[in-house]
């Protein structure tokens, strides 16, 4: 697709429920990242997918947290048995892959929107 | 690990009016992103800067990297509402590997008009 597109925008959810979150990246993007922004804190690094592998988990926070990839595509995050400090916007993010550098070294990393969520 | 300072962490401007946010990083920087994320969207890629001294523009938005490579400036020339938001900016792994960033705390920009 033009962009990367996360589903859904918006998830409220209670406590101890399992979540799932998803992203499409662009096109013929072989990176994949998944980043979390929780309130009042920066942008936190979770795993990094090139095609379907995960060489970095290594921002995952816990064994509730998992990630997969199919297809060298879409990606999943899940979370289970949620908590109330997992409230954040989850963002994925894709790029051309780590050896491809656009003129002007951008390596095409395009965030999507983001899904917020929010644990009751 | 890399870590990002920003300052100001907020900052609020009358339009019209010029402003620059810093960006300090306890290492050198290889790579260094700005973003601009405005409530409920993703965040926009801006700019990034590599060679120490390297300085890009996009309409009134000027970045530079400092010769030593660990800290940037973005310059916001004569602001206007659509210049409010989250600046955040990033640092990359470096050429070759994967484009891991880490971010700064941000930047939170009003501008009054």
């Known amino acids: 697709g033009a962009g990367v597109s996360q589903s859904p925008s918006n998830k409220v959810t209670e406590k101890g429920k399992d979540v799932e979150l998803r992203c499409d990246p662009i096109s013929g993007h072989t990176a994949l990242y998944w980043y979390r922004q929780s309130l009042g804190q920066g942008l936190e690094f979770l795993i990094y997918?090139?095609?379907?592998?995960?060489?970095?988990k290594s921002g995952l926070p816990s064994d509730r947290f998992s990630a997969e990839r199919t297809g060298g595509s879409v990606s999943t995050l899940t979370i289970q048995r949620t908590q109330q400090e997992d409230s954040a916007v989850y963002l994925c993010a894709s790029s051309l892959g780590p050896y491809y550098r656009l003129r002007g070294g951008n390596y095409g990393y395009t965030f999507g929107s983001g899904t917020r969520l929010t644990v009751v | 690990s890399q870590e990002l300072e920003q300052s100001p962490q907020s900052l609020i401007v009358q339009e019209g009016k010029n402003l620059t946010i810093n960006c300090t990083s306890s290492?050198?920087?290889?790579?260094l992103y700005w973003y601009k994320q405005k409530y409920g969207e993703g965040l926009i890629f801006l700019m990034m800067?590599?060679?120490?001294?390297e300085e890009k523009s996009h309409e009134k938005i000027t970045a530079k990297l400092d010769e030593k490579k660990q800290q940037s400036s973005l310059h916001i020339t004569a602001s206007q509402p659509s210049h409010a938001g989250i600046y955040l900016c990033g640092a990359g792994g470096g050429s070759g590997g994967y484009q891991k960033v880490t971010f700064g705390t941000g930047t939170k920009l009003q501008v009054i008009p």
């Open positions: 800067l590599q060679k120490g001294g």
């Open positions: 997918f090139q095609g379907n592998s995960a060489p970095d």
């Open positions: 290492k050198t920087l290889y790579g």
